[in-house]
C-alpha cells in the first residue's frame, strides 16, 4: 500500500514537472508570483498573443498551479501556493550552478585549442 502511494506521489510529480516544462509558464508564473495579474497584463508582459496566454493559463488553472480572482470587470491570475515559484526559483539556481560549471570545465579546454 506505502509502494502504492509512494508511486502516485511520483506520477502526480511527473505530471507537475510537465506543466511546468514550458517558457512561456515559467514566464507566466514569475509574473504572477510578484502579484496577482489580469490576462491583458500578462499579454502586455509576454508579448504572446491572447489566445496562448489564455491556454497556459487554463492548463495552469487545471492543475490547481493558479487561481482565479474577479476584480471588477477584469480576472485576476495569482498562485495557489507560493511554494511554486520558490521551486521554481530553486531549479533555475540548479540550471545556473551547471551552466556554470560546464563553462568553467570547457574554459581550459577551449584555450587548448586555440593555442
Known sequence: MEREREEQLYRLQAELCQVLAEPTRLKLLS????????????????GERQAKISQHLAIMRQRNIVRTDRVGTEVHYSLTDPGILE??????????????????????????ERV
Not at 550552478?97 to 570545465?105: G, I
Open 87 to 112: 521551486a521554481c526559483r530553486i531549479t533555475r539556481e540548479v540550471l545556473l550552478q551547471q551552466l556554470t560549471q560546464q563553462a568553467s570545465l570547457a574554459a581550459p579546454l577551449i584555450a587548448t
Open 31 to 46: 509574473l504572477i508570483g510578484e502579484r496577482p495579474r489580469p490576462v491583458k497584463e500578462l499579454v502586455e508582459a509576454t
